[in-house]
């Protein structure tokens, strides 16, 4: 037989490559390898290599069901065995030996093999611990465990579903293939048929591709890309950006006011704020991926949109009035040549106007050419820079007997000792000086502007920034040095100036070096260090070139913030802060280039070049940098200070101390350069700052701000822990049992109005039902109702639980819900209006929560509305939640109204979500809005016409938002029968203090005796006025135990005339059965020994009606039932007797633990 294929171990994994990532698609495929003893291996460059034999599956079950042959046959066995499960097979094959075919060996499954099967495991089979037969033969097999041999680990992850690291899964733009790639969720891997991911695809407020994101990124990169390397990209930029025009017509005058040594001070703090904002930007672009946006970007994604829109807005301005000043720069120049060889065209200012229009129009050409062609012309621009540098380097050694009149001698040590110290003239000093460089030093951010254009940020960014800085700064430094050693401060250019014989009284470097300029203390001289801006010029070999030199420094830093202001602003507009910029986020060619924000740019800047006096505008956009420089300093203090996790950047040398330092030193050389200016550029940060928090863009970019709340809250908390509890810190912290917020709004808002920046709020939602569905809804409910809650501006959390029974679900929830002290103290729920139609046995859940809240010393308010609490039953299906709040194209609701329900709602599904079967659009529907609707509604079934809602259902969606109105000028009546600790009344005192309630009045009702009402009216008043409770009258009731009208006892005992067990009518033994069976029925002996409180509570709904019907909301001492005692049939009908057709009324009772004091 001809021998097989000899392959490397690659080709294994080639083999392996065609099968799904997440799994073998075919059951029988899995890799079959010879499997032995991995110390028996022989040595040498043979042991690499494999043989892979791919063994078609669908052979018949004979041949796997022959008995293995002896000798060679026992191969053939093997192989047919290995046929019918379809599988690879490796065998190590030695070249040296002869080139018989392997399959023709013992040593095939059967006699020894490994196999990965679909699970990822390793299985060895019974004959792996023998070597295979075999009848003579060249090759050798060689059998190898799994977790001995590397090879097999090259082939993990590709057979089974959970998926290996990777890092396409942490992407937030899509991978080469357009498609983003999603690790398996964990319902994927947990639950086998459960396939659906969770919400929105994401986790942990991942952020998605933006719609059409994808497409682009792929586009883009089939097209080619253009990506830059850390010198093209950031380098070149920042150097050319930081050696402006102020290097060749500015540090010479410098070097002449200050002197050296001061020169060297004004660089070196200049250095210093430039190369802590350098740490700074390094550190915040090596903590993750950095896209375009530059320093708008790095501020954004650190402090957030607040700052980052602020930010974002006036540099990307900054940088478009920047190009007109740098193009002014430009034109001055070139019109100052025009001058001297009397060639202007009209005069000096139009001439600047018209060769900076048609310089910046050129540059424009540059920048929509492609940044390809723009990192061309800026190599040109170093290139001339460089030898403009040169040219000054050189020229300081050849120092012509012709420029010495004008004050240049050559490196002079009697030079050097003058100019060292300092010479301030005209009202000059040290800081007027500083802040004069200062600008020269900026321009640092050039690269990191561009972020989204280099092929690696996060290395090029602190790589080439810093190098820069570095560079930039010696040559600065150099420059200062040569020109103070070599040029003295005054010169007057005139030949008559030589000092023939030689002076004994010499003072000056010129008199020594027999030169007399001393007519320059008189009169005015043009040449000198302190006399002229083209010192540069007159010292350089060849003047041309730092002409070319101006031209280059010039046209360079204009093109960077030509290129920096459109890319600025594209991320700016990408992220919608600014709503009405988003047409300025759309990109062009395969550069995704901001065409729009080019011609912007080139209109803000040729406005400014036509204007022509930029000498107003220039502190303001140095500000404007510096106050960039601040924040993206301050962002590096603040993610450090909020020590988040997610703040871990590559780059190691920073500090947040020095960080901070560099935001204050930034601050304060805004005021150094121009006071007024830094004023105005607070004003205008804190006015966007201001704009962008109120809008609140719906972005969530894990921000340090949010970082530091976090940490702040967790801080204070954890101190919180250890403060002992006081009456005078007493606040209602309530757990309100709402199910679906959005069910119950008013339940909702009413709660909310007096915990609202007072106390905690929390609404409990118990799922019950199948577990595995009840998983996956609490993680859904959690993130939607959530939002439901900050879009509808309420200060609560939600907090779903899953329990098998309500009662279980609510103890859960009262033991757990809340962290350290900030737990609730109070239970809250809606009143059961259908309890009479509803089982019973829910009945008796609803109370036994009452019971259990006492028992854990929790306070319990029951409210009730006339109209009931829960709309889930119109919200066809919870449309009613988002429709009226959405575009004007839906404002006409359509609802399904199931008028076979009642009307009065069922308050046992309170903790229980809306079947989503019935409602498919519920979940898309609230995450859109969510707003509760205040309007009449319209309803339709599949076929008929729309129709309005009937009466009873519109009354409850008016009554649903009652308390989100103002309430008027009405009453708050406080009905104050028994003392609960204050509770009673701490609530509706609570309640006047928010800005709906304000004009409402406190009436409180009281009982007393009918021969004491005077003295409790003022027992009371005294008691109120100690609490420090403002109100408007006190009544005392005298008559409450009067007995009540006959027809009103009679409707109550035909209320519970159902519920009655009637034992004296039954035999003792069916008594007692139907009253363990049921224990929520009302025994004879119960009702009897219960009379009297059941005609009280009649009587208190006379009284209510009298006295309360035309209130705001009634607050009235709940009745207690004692446990054991009262059956849960007769204290609901207490509860119904009580507080039926009245307003709302909230019924409460406080642990009996005081909540008021009057004692400081």
């Given at each position: 037989t001809e021998p097989a294929p000899v392959a490397t171990a690659g080709a294994a994994v080639a083999a392996l490559a065609s099968a799904p990532e997440r799994g073998v698609s075919s059951p029988g495929l899995s890799l079959a390898t010879a499997a032995g003893d991995a110390l028996c291996r022989p040595l040498g460059p043979s042991q690499s290599r494999f043989q892979v034999d791919l063994v078609a599956e669908g052979s018949g079950r004979a041949a796997a069901d022959e008995p293995q042959k002896p000798g060679g046959q026992g191969g053939a066995a093997a192989k047919g065995s290995e046929e019918a499960k379809g599988r690879f097979r490796v065998n190590f094959v030695d070249p040296s030996a002869g080139d018989e075919s392997p399959a023709e060996h013992g040593g095939g499954l059967e006699g020894g093999g490994v196999s990965f099967q679909n699970g990822g495991d390793t299985v060895l089979s019974e004959g792996s611990l023998h070597s295979g037969g075999g009848g003579g033969g060249g090759h050798h097999h060689y059998y190898y465990d799994t977790?001995?041999?590397?090879?097999?680990?090259?082939?993990?992850?590709?057979?089974?579903?959970?998926?290996?690291?990777?890092?396409?899964?942490?992407?937030?733009?899509?991978?080469?293939?357009?498609?983003?790639?999603?690790?398996p969720s964990l319902a994927e891997l947990h639950d086998e048929l459960d396939k659906e991911p969770f919400e929105d695809g994401y986790a942990n407020g991942e952020e998605g591709t933006p719609p059409g994101e994808a497409d682009a990124t792929y586009a883009a990169d089939s097209k080619g890309i253009v990506?830059?390397?850390?010198?093209?990209?950031?380098?070149?930029?920042?150097?050319?950006?930081?050696?402006?025009?102020?290097?060749?017509?500015?540090?010479?005058?410098?070097?002449?006011?200050?002197?050296?040594?001061?020169?060297?001070l004004v660089i070196a703090m200049a250095t210093v704020v430039t190369t802590i904002t350098g740490l700074s930007t390094s550190a915040i672009a090596t903590n993750g991926f950095v896209r375009g946006g530059?320093?708008?970007?790095?501020?954004?994604?650190?402090?957030?949109?607040?700052?980052?829109?602020?930010?974002?807005?006036?540099?990307?301005?900054?940088?478009?009035?920047?190009?007109?000043?740098?193009?002014?720069?430009?034109?001055?120049?070139?019109?100052?040549?025009?001058?001297?060889?009397?060639?202007?065209?009209?005069?000096?200012?139009?001439?600047?106007?018209?060769?900076?229009?048609?310089?910046?129009?050129?540059?424009?050409?540059?920048?929509?050419?492609?940044?390809?062609?723009?990192?061309?012309?800026?190599?040109?621009?170093?290139?001339?820079l460089l030898f403009a540098i040169g040219d000054f380097i050189i020229g300081t050694f050849i120092p012509l007997d012709s420029k010495k009149v004008k004050g240049f001698f050559g490196y002079k040590a009697e030079i050097f000792t003058e100019n060292f110290g300092p010479d301030f003239r005209a009202d000059e000093t040290f800081f007027s000086v500083f802040a004069i460089f200062f600008p020269a030093a900026t321009g640092i951010l050039a690269g990191a502007n561009i972020s989204g254009d280099l092929a690696d940020p996060q290395s090029a960014i602190p790589k080439g920034t810093l190098l820069a800085i570095l560079i930039t700064t010696l040559v600065y430094i150099g420059i200062a040095v040569s020109v103070g050693?070599?040029?003295?401060?005054?010169?007057?250019?005139n030949l008559n100036s030589t000092i023939i014989t030689e002076l004994t009284n010499c003072t000056t470097a010129a008199c020594k070096l027999k030169f007399d300029f001393s007519s320059c203390q008189k009169t005015e001289c043009h040449y000198g260090l302190l006399n002229s801006f083209q010192v540069m010029s007159m010292v350089s070999g060849f003047a041309p070139l730092i002409s070319a030199g101006i031209f280059s420094a010039t046209l360079s830093s204009a093109l960077a913030s030509l290129v920096s202001a459109p890319k600025i602003f594209q991320a700016l507009c990408k992220d919608n802060i600014y709503p009405g910029l988003l047409m300025f986020a759309k990109g062009y060619g395969k550069n995704n280039e901001p065409l729009r924000g080019y011609i912007l740019t080139f209109l803000i800047a040729l406005g400014f070049?036509?204007?022509?006096?930029?000498?107003?505008?220039?502190?303001?956009?140095?500000?404007?940098?510096?106050?960039?420089?601040?924040?993206?300093?301050?962002?590096v203090f603040h993610a450090s200070l909020a020590k988040s996790p997610g703040w871990r950047p590559a780059f190691k040398y920073y500090n947040m101390w020095v960080s901070l330092i560099g935001a204050i030193l930034c601050c304060i050389v805004m005021f150094v350069i121009n006071w007024w200016a830094a004023l105005l550029t607070y004003v205008i940060v804190l006015g966007l700052y201001i704009y962008v928090t109120y809008k609140k863009p719906d972005v969530n970019w894990g921000s340090s701000t949010q970082a530091l709340t976090y940490l702040s809250a967790l801080q204070h908390t954890v101190r919180l822990a250890g403060v002992e509890d006081h009456v005078k810190n007493f606040r209602p912290q309530c757990l309100v049992m709402t199910g679906a917020p959005n069910s119950r709004p008013a339940l909702v808002h009413l709660v909310h109005a007096f915990t609202k920046n007072v106390g905690l709020m929390i609404c409990g939602h118990i799922h019950m039902g199948p577990r595995r569905q009840a998983m996956k809804e609490l993680s859904t409910d959690l993130a939607r109702y959530q939002r439901w809650l900050i879009k509808n501006k309420m200060k609560a959390f939600y907090a779903p639980v899953h329990a098998e029974d309500l009662r279980d679900g609510g103890q859960y929830l009262m033991q757990a819900a809340g962290l350290g002290r900030m737990r609730p103290n109070t239970l809250v729920v809606g009143f059961k209006k259908d309890w009479k139609q509803a089982d019973m046995r829910d009945v008796e859940t609803y109370i036994n929560l009452f019971h259990d809240a006492f028992d854990i010393q929790y306070g319990v308010v029951v409210i009730r509305l006339k109209e009931g609490?829960?709309?889930?039953?119109?919200?066809?299906?919870?449309?009613?939640?988002?429709?009226?709040?959405?575009?004007?194209?839906?404002?006409?609701?359509?609802?399904?109204?199931?008028?076979s329900k009642k009307t009065e709602t069922d308050t046992s599904k309170a903790f229980s979500p809306p079947s989503s079967e019935k409602t498919p659009g519920l979940h898309k529907e609230e995450e859109e809005d969510g707003k509760t609707p205040t309007q009449p509604l319209l309803k339709k079934d599949s076929k008929g016409p729309r129709t309005p809602l009937n009466l009873a259902d519109q009354r409850l969606l008016d009554s649903s938002s009652q308390f989100q109105k103002k309430q008027g000028k009405n009453t708050i009546d406080v009905w104050w029968l028994f003392d609960d600790g204050g509770l009673t009344l701490l609530i509706p005192y609570l309640l006047t203090t928010k800005k709906k309630w304000k004009d409402c009045k406190i009436r409180v009702f009281i009982g007393g005796k009918i021969n004491r009402i005077d003295h409790d009216r003022r027992a009371m008043a005294t008691l109120l006025s100690k609490f420090r409770i403002d109100f408007s009258d006190i009544m005392v009731l005298g008559d409450i135990n009067t007995k009540p009208k006959k027809e009103n006892i009679a409707a109550f005992e035909e209320m519970v005339e159902p519920f009655r067990l009637h034992e004296d009518d039954k035999e003792q033994d069916i008594a007692d059965k139907m009253k363990e069976d049921e224990p929520w029925r009302i025994t004879d002996n119960e009702l009897e020994l219960y009379k009297t409180k059941s005609y009280r509570q009649i009587r208190l709904n006379e009284l209510l009606k009298e006295h309360s019907s035309t209130a705001n909301v009634i607050v009235m001492s709940l009745p207690v039932a004692r446990k054991g005692a009262?059956?849960?049939?007769?204290?609901?009908?207490?509860?119904?007797?009580?507080?039926?057709?009245?307003?709302p009324i909230l019924l409460v009772r406080g642990n009996h633990q005081s909540v008021l004091t009057f004692y400081s």
């Open positions: 977790h001995t041999n590397t090879y097999y680990l090259r082939t993990f992850g590709h057979n089974t579903m959970d998926a290996v690291p990777r890092i396409d899964h942490y992407r937030h733009t899509a991978a080469e293939l357009g498609e983003k790639l999603i690790r990506k830059f390397g850390w010198i093209k990209g950031v380098l070149v930029r920042c150097m050319l950006n930081i050696w402006g025009v102020m290097l060749f017509i500015r540090l010479s005058w410098i070097v002449g006011q200050a002197g050296i040594a001061l020169s060297v530059g320093a708008y970007y790095l501020i954004s994604r650190s402090l957030g949109p607040e700052f980052g829109g602020a930010i974002g807005l006036i540099f990307a301005f900054a940088n478009a009035v920047a190009v007109a000043m740098y193009v002014v720069g430009f034109a001055e120049t070139v019109v100052e040549l025009l001058q001297e060889n009397g060639a202007l065209m009209l005069d000096q200012t139009n001439d600047i106007r018209i060769i900076g229009a048609i310089t910046v129009l050129v540059l424009l050409g540059i920048s929509v050419a492609g940044m390809e062609w723009e990192a061309k012309a800026q190599i040109v621009l170093l290139v001339i050693a070599c040029v003295v401060r005054d010169a007057t250019g070049i036509l204007i022509a006096e930029l000498n107003v505008i220039a502190p303001i956009i140095s500000n404007f940098f510096l106050a960039s420089y601040a924040l993206i300093n301050f962002s609490l829960d709309i889930s039953h119109l919200q066809g299906q919870e449309e009613l939640l988002s429709s009226q709040e959405k575009s004007p194209s839906s404002k006409d609701a359509i609802v399904n109204v199931d008028y009262v059956s849960s049939a007769l204290y609901m009908a207490w509860l119904e007797a009580l507080s039926k057709d009245l307003p």
